[in-house]
């Protein structure tokens, strides 16, 4: 459930910073010539770091759940 949760995060901190184009990411995806290789070239990264940091973050949120 964590590494679900940590995915879903790290893809939605990626979908925002599509959407409101910081950095002109948005516009270099929409503008590629193929925008869906685009779009997951910078999704899994994001997705990747959030598991990551949701499942090492794991030992510290069952150690001060009660």
Same mark, same amino acid.
């Given at each position: 459930?964590? $590494?679900?949760?940590?995915? &879903?995060?790290? !893809? /939605? !901190? $990626?979908? /925002?910073?599509?959407?409101?184009?910081?950095?002109? *990411?948005?516009?270099? *995806? #929409? =503008?590629?010539?193929?925008? &869906?290789? !685009? $779009? #997951?070239? /910078? &999704? #899994? +990264?994001? #997705?990747? *770091?959030?598991?990551?940091? !949701? %499942?090492? %973050?794991? +030992?510290?949120? =069952?150690?001060? =759940? =009660?």
């Amino acid at each position: 459930m964590s $590494a679900l949760s940590g995915l &879903l995060a790290g !893809a /939605v !901190a $990626a979908g /925002v910073l599509m959407i409101l184009d910081i950095g002109s *990411i948005g516009t270099l *995806i #929409a =503008r590629s010539t193929d925008p &869906l290789l !685009a $779009a #997951a070239t /910078v &999704l #899994a +990264p994001f #997705a990747l *770091i959030g598991t990551g940091a !949701a %499942l090492g %973050l794991l +030992p510290y949120l =069952r150690k001060f =759940r =009660r």
